[in-house]
């Protein structure tokens, strides 16, 4: 697998922090809490979502992207998708190659379609993960090592299954515990030696593991519920987050951080932020 990108190249991507070109997004057109699905969503579930609102929020968060030069791709959204915004869990880049994820649960399953179709459009190839379940915010990329989230949504399986298709990668699986949806709602990589964590949720062993390899940041209680972790790195110690987490937010800024705040509290409430809502393709060192 390439380690840099080629002049031509559609996809390229080796880390989460890299300098973001081209991202994959989808308007939350339907979104509605139609099964809970995840701790937040159950909390919600009774107020449910405000479209009008989710689309504007939705709609700074894409001109955000475009003000920073990226690239913003919007997928088709369909009635029968009501979490296509969460368009990260539908795939993931790694070097020059989309591997198209298998959705776990039946209110998600098609959405991969959607990628695919699309991808096949613009004549980018992909691999598509249908042996084993496993979804992308459960992947999380940090150069030759690939930590996979052992979560509801990816077993073990289908990290085996990913460390016989990239020999030339460490695939760490990462188990954590059950009422948290994926990897990164609790665990994300923000530089090549910072990364935010919420060590609630994880065994001391993990704790440890991943503080051998980086400073870490400790996410509280409160702002892991407002997904604290689940930061979007554009680049050039550039993220975006959300202004409720205000510790957070100062935290990273006190390591040098550019915080860039936008408001998507609305889409938050079925249980994902700026990551789950981006799918990269293109990150250039």
Not at 106 to 130: C, F, H, P, T
Not at 192 to 211: E, G
Not at 221 to 237: A, D, P, R
Request: aromatic fraction near 8%; hydrophobic fraction near 35%.
């Amino acid at each position: 697998m390439a380690k840099s990108p080629t002049t031509n190249s559609k996809t390229f991507c080796m880390s989460e922090y890299d300098i973001l070109k081209r991202v994959i997004l989808c308007q939350p057109q339907y979104m509605t809490i139609r099964e809970v699905i995840n701790e937040t969503q159950e909390h919600f579930k009774n107020e449910g979502i405000h479209i009008e609102r989710a689309l504007e929020q939705h709609g700074e968060l894409v001109k955000t992207l475009k003000d920073n030069d990226i690239e913003v791709i919007l997928l088709p959204y369909h009635k029968k998708y009501p979490e296509q915004v969460f368009t990260r869990d539908i795939g993931f880049t790694l070097g020059q190659t989309i591997f198209v994820a298998k959705m776990a649960t039946e209110v998600r399953a098609g959405e991969e379609d959607v990628l695919k179709q699309w991808l096949e459009e613009e004549e980018i190839s992909y691999y598509n993960l249908v042996e084993e379940r496993i979804e992308g915010g459960d992947v999380v990329i940090d150069q030759e090592t690939i930590y996979v989230g052992l979560s509801n949504r990816t077993d073990q399986k289908a990290a085996d299954q990913l460390q016989r298709l990239l020999n030339q990668f460490n695939v760490v699986p990462i188990p954590f515990k059950d009422k948290y949806l994926h990897l990164d709602c609790i665990f994300n990589v923000v530089s090549p030696d910072i990364a935010l964590i919420y060590p609630n949720a994880l065994t001391k062993k993990y704790i440890d593991y991943f503080a051998s390899r980086y400073e870490l940041i400790e996410v509280s209680e409160e702002e892991q519920f407002q997904l604290g972790t689940n930061v979007l790195s554009i680049g050039n110690k550039r993220l975006l987050s959300l202004p409720v987490n205000k510790k957070v937010n100062q935290q990273l800024r006190d390591h040098g951080f550019q915080v860039i705040e936008v408001d998507i509290t609305e889409i938050i409430k079925s249980g994902g932020s700026f990551r789950c809502c981006t799918l990269p393709i293109i990150r250039e060192a």
